[in-house]
């Protein structure tokens, strides 16, 4: 019994341990286009589904872009375009998004 709750404790210890992939901007550019089309577009807003300002990605935080890509992606935040966005991504995209609009000023 000891043995299983040592390789239990183990194994979740190696989890929380777990490194996001490092970002990579220059990887990003050939992945900004279909973030471009809303977040590019200055004083842009939506209609769907609600009418709201969409917002600037440039110069935000990078680990902030990057966990707001997840949370679109398991439906912890709502939005239905982004959410199939962000489940076109893998976690390597999302690294480096965030990494490319962290670097970036628009």
Do not use: W
Not at 55 to 62: I, N, S, V
Not at 86 to 100: C, I, N, R, T
Request: net charge positive; proline share 6%; aromatic share 8%.
């Amino acid at each position: 019994m000891k043995t299983i709750l040592g390789l239990i404790a183990f194994a979740l210890a190696g989890a929380a341990l777990a490194q996001p992939p490092a970002g990579n901007a220059e990887a990003a550019k050939a992945k900004t286009s279909m973030c471009e089309g809303c977040h590019a577009v200055p004083g842009y807003r939506t209609a769907y589904p609600h009418v709201y300002q969409v917002p600037k990605l440039g110069g935000q935080q990078a680990v902030y872009l990057a966990n707001a890509l997840q949370a679109y992606k398991t439906g912890a935040r709502s939005h239905p375009t982004m959410r199939a966005i962000a489940e076109s991504l893998s976690e390597q995209d999302m690294a480096d998004l965030a990494a490319y609009y962290s670097t970036v000023q628009n």
